[in-house]
């Protein structure tokens, strides 16, 4: 009685997520196997693409501590942000003076192509360093975007500096 009452609501429980799934248009992959949740192989590549192109504070702070040389961090907040605080060493590319990285630009001071261009805005749902990823990375330069923003850095109560770009 209790193992068929176990099989009935998992079976319930297993609907009901692929019900909501379907509703929320989260569908498997038509390449994914026949009754498969997910295409494992696909997600496999989406995570090996996050860990390329992504980063985290921690990195952030580890390299600034290990005066690692290639890498940049680079702030797409406003200048005025910016001079309120940001991370240390960061470089100032202010997002509303370069038409919010989706002008006509090709030339951003202070960007190098010899190094990971490592870039922030202010939040984790702010999708300017996302934008600027783009852009940055379509004229050739390596780019990682920092998880979270400068909030995450100041939450952690990491260094903060002041003061305008150098």
């Not at 090996?48 to 005066?67: G, P, V, W």
């Not at 919010?100 to 951003?108: I, L, Q, S, V």
Request: charge should be positive.
């Amino acid at each position: 009685m209790m193992k068929k009452l176990f099989v009935k609501s998992t079976l319930v429980v297993g609907i009901s997520i692929l019900s909501l799934c379907n509703a929320l248009g989260d569908q498997p992959s038509s390449n994914a196997p026949k009754n498969a949740l997910q295409d494992t192989q696909k997600a496999a590549q989406y995570f090996e693409d996050e860990m390329n192109f992504k980063t985290n504070i921690s990195f952030i702070k580890r390299a600034l501590k290990e005066k690692i040389e290639n890498v940049i961090i680079v702030d797409v907040r406003s200048a005025n942000d910016f001079a309120k605080g940001h991370i240390p060493g960061a470089i100032n590319i202010p997002f509303d003076q370069y038409n919010k990285f989706e002008g006509p630009e090709t030339a951003f001071p202070g960007l190098r192509k010899d190094a990971f261009n490592c870039i922030y805005c202010y939040t984790l749902t702010c999708s300017l360093s996302q934008k600027a990823a783009k852009k940055f990375a379509s004229l050739g330069y390596p780019v990682k975007e920092i998880i979270g923003g400068y909030d995450a850095w100041v939450d952690h109560k990491y260094p903060v500096e002041t003061g305008v770009s150098k």
